[in-house]
């Protein structure tokens, strides 16, 4: 009986192992990078604000070829710096720090009667995105629902222009 549940054991692993590598997903590693301690805790406030402002202000989420290499060249400072800062400050990495603002700009966009007519792949456009892969992939990723079902979801819980003409007709 013990043999069999090593057994079992064992090829429960070695299917996790399996599947793990046939989509690519890591063991997320729990690691500590010693440059972030090292930042001056002044400097990574001025940094935060200054990465705000150029990310979010001046709305650099929507350019598709904005890196964090840009944004440090834009900053005067190095990647690392970049990346200390938004690790520490925002809990993430630059790409899930940016990808959050063009998300939430998607959101808006997609339940925005001037954008209706649009697709998929214009609105991940209009948002910064490279592809539809990568736009659907990452708004999963923050809000357990698609694109589309998001759209669907909320354009449903708006009243159409004619139910509301009827309603008031009535009234």
């Known amino acids: 009986m013990k043999i069999y549940y090593i057994c079992k054991k064992s090829y429960t692993l070695h299917l996790i192992h399996f599947t793990m590598a046939k989509y ?82 998607a959101m808006t966009l997609l339940v925005d009667k001037r954008y209706l007519h649009l697709n998929m ?16 992939a990452s708004f999963y990723k923050f809000n357990r629902i698609t694109p589309r079902e998001y759209r669907l979801t909320h354009m449903a819980q708006i009243p159409t222009e004619t139910a509301r003409k009827k309603n008031n007709k009535k009234a």
């Open 121 to 136: 792949e214009e609105i991940s456009d209009m948002v910064g995105f490279a592809n539809r892969q990568s736009f659907y």
């Open 24 to 105: 690519n997903i890591k063991e997320k590693k729990d690691k500590r990078a010693n440059y972030r301690t090292l930042v001056n805790p002044n400097l990574m406030d001025e940094l935060k604000e200054k990465i705000l402002n150029v990310i979010l202000i001046q709305q650099k989420f929507k350019d598709k070829d904005y890196s964090a290499k840009k944004l440090a060249e834009d900053l005067g400072t190095n990647t690392r710096y970049i990346s200390a800062v938004v690790n520490v400050k925002f809990h993430m990495n630059y790409t899930s720090f940016v990808n959050k603002f063009r998300i939430e700009e």
